[in-house]
C-alpha cells in the first residue's frame, strides 16, 4: 500500500513539473509575442506622426486662412453678444403705456439698463395708473418717479418715470 501511495506521489509530482514547465513556456511566449507587438505599434505611431509632418504645401496657406475666420467668427461672436436691439423694449413700452399719457422724450441707458421716461398726462390719477402698469410689468425690475410737474398754462401734469429693464430684453 506504501508503495501504491509514493508511485502515485511521484507520479504528481512529475505532472505538476510538466505542468509548470508548460505554463512558463505559455507566459514567456505571451510576453515576447506582446512586447514584440508594442514595437510594431510604436513604429507604426511614428510613421503616422511624420506623414502628419509632411502636409502637402497647398495645406498650410489653407489652415492659416481657415484660423483667420475662426478669429473673425470670434469676434463677431463676440460683438453679437455686446449687441442690443432697443427696438424690443420700445414695444413693451408701447404695449404698456396709458392711451392718455404722452411720452415726450426717453432717454436709453445701456450700461446700466435703465430708461428714463419724460411724459405728460391730463390727471394725477392717470399718472397713477401709468405707473402703476410699469410697477406690475415682470420686464421692469425697478420704477421710480423721478419728478412731477404741473404745468398751468396747458393744464397737464408732466412727469419723470426711471425704469430698471432686465438685459434679457434688449439682447439679441
Excluded: C
Amino acid at each position: 500500500m506504501e508503495k501504491v501511495t509514493e508511485e502515485l506521489e511521484e507520479e504528481k509530482k512529475g505532472w505538476f513539473f510538466y505542468f509548470s514547465l508548460l505554463f512558463l513556456i505559455v507566459v514567456l511566449g505571451v510576453y515576447f509575442s506582446l512586447y514584440f507587438r508594442e514595437k510594431t505599434i510604436r513604429k507604426d505611431i511614428q510613421k503616422l506622426e511624420a506623414t502628419l509632418q509632411e502636409r502637402p504645401a497647398e495645406i498650410v496657406p489653407l489652415e492659416e486662412k481657415l484660423k483667420d475666420y475662426e478669429k473673425k467668427i470670434k469676434d463677431f461672436q463676440a460683438l453679437l453678444q455686446q449687441h442690443v436691439l432697443p427696438s424690443k423694449i420700445l414695444t413693451v413700452l408701447e404695449a404698456k403705456t396709458h392711451p392718455k399719457v404722452k411720452i415726450k422724450k426717453a432717454n436709453f441707458n445701456f450700461e446700466d439698463f435703465s430708461l428714463r421716461i419724460n411724459g405728460v398726462t391730463d390727471n394725477f390719477f392717470t399718472l397713477g395708473q401709468q405707473f402703476l402698469a410699469y410697477k406690475t410689468d415682470s420686464n421692469f425690475s425697478e420704477v421710480g418717479l423721478l419728478g412731477v410737474n404741473i404745468n398751468e398754462k396747458e393744464k397737464k401734469v408732466e412727469f419723470e418715470i426711471k425704469l430698471n429693464f432686465s438685459p434679457n430684453l434688449v439682447s439679441f
